[in-house]
C-alpha cells in the first residue's frame, strides 16, 4: 500500500489542510493518508493552542466519513521531542511493506536540509511536497533537486490554498466570521469547546 503521513499542528484543521491531502491523495494514488498532530510546547499561550484531544477531534469531524483519512496520535502520546524521524520510523515499523509518502508545505521543503537527521527521513519516506502559494514552483524544483542525493522527493501540482491556521485563530478570537475556512462540524465543535477566545476552554 501507499501510505501518507501529513503532519502539523492543525490549530484548527481548516480546509487547505484537508484541499493539500485530497488532492496529494489523487495525483500520488496514495491508499491512504494518516494526519499526525504535533504536541504543542507548554510555553505556548493556552488561549491561542487547543489541547492534542481537541486537535485530533477536530481532525476526525474534518474528514466527512472518508476512511482514507485517519488520525495517528503518536506525537501527542509520546514525551520526547516530536522530531520527524521518530514519526517516520513509527510508521515504518507499523507498515513495513508499504510505500511511505511524508506530506509537507513548501516553506518546509526549502529548510528541510536543516531538520535533525534529514538524510534518514529521505531513506524511508518519498517526500511529497504541496505548493502553499502560488508562484513558488521554481524554487522548489530547484530546492528538489539539490536534496535529490538523499531521496525521492516529489513537487506536487496541486493548486495552492492560501488560508493558515493564525489568520483563523485571528478571526475567532476578533469575532470575525470564519466559518467559510472551516469545515462545519469543525466550526460547531470550536463553538460547542469555545476555542481560540480570551479565557475558552483550550486544556
Known amino acids: 500500500m501507499k501510505t501518507g503521513i501529513f503532519g502539523g499542528s492543525f490549530n484548527p484543521v481548516h480546509k487547505g489542510h484537508i484541499h493539500l491531502a485530497r488532492s496529494v491523495m489523487e495525483e500520488l494514488s496514495l491508499d491512504r493518508i494518516f494526519f499526525v498532530p504535533s504536541r504543542i510546547s ?49 510508521f515504518r515499523s507499523l507498515y513495513p511493506d508499504d510505500e511511505l509518502y511524508l506530506l509537507v508545505g513548501s516553506d518546509m521543503l526549502l529548510c528541510f536540509d536543516k531538520w535533525f537527521r534529514f538524510g534518514d527521513i529521505l531513506k ?61 462540524n469543525v466550526v460547531q465543535y470550536i463553538r460547542y469547546r469555545d476555542l481560540y477566545r480570551q479565557g475558552g476552554s483550550n486544556v
Open 42 to 90: 507548554p510555553h505556548r499561550s493556552i488561549d491561542e493552542y487547543a489541547s492534542g484531544e481537541d486537535r485530533a477531534q477536530m481532525l476526525r469531524l474534518s474528514f466527512g466519513g472518508d476512511e482514507r483519512f485517519g488520525v495517528s496520535t503518536y506525537e501527542l502520546d509520546t514525551d520526547r521531542v516530536s522530531y520527524s524521524i521518530y514519526t517516520v520510523e513509527h
Open 124 to 184: 524511508e519516506v518519498t517526500l511529497a511536497v504541496a505548493s502553499r502559494e502560488d508562484g513558488d514552483d521554481g524554487q522548489l524544483e530547484k530546492k528538489a533537486e539539490e536534496l535529490s542525493k538523499f531521496g525521492r522527493i516529489i513537487v506536487c501540482k496541486a493548486p495552492a490554498f492560501e488560508v493558515s491556521s493564525t489568520e483563523i485563530r485571528k478571526k475567532i478570537a476578533k469575532n470575525e466570521n470564519y466559518t467559510c475556512y472551516l469545515d462545519k
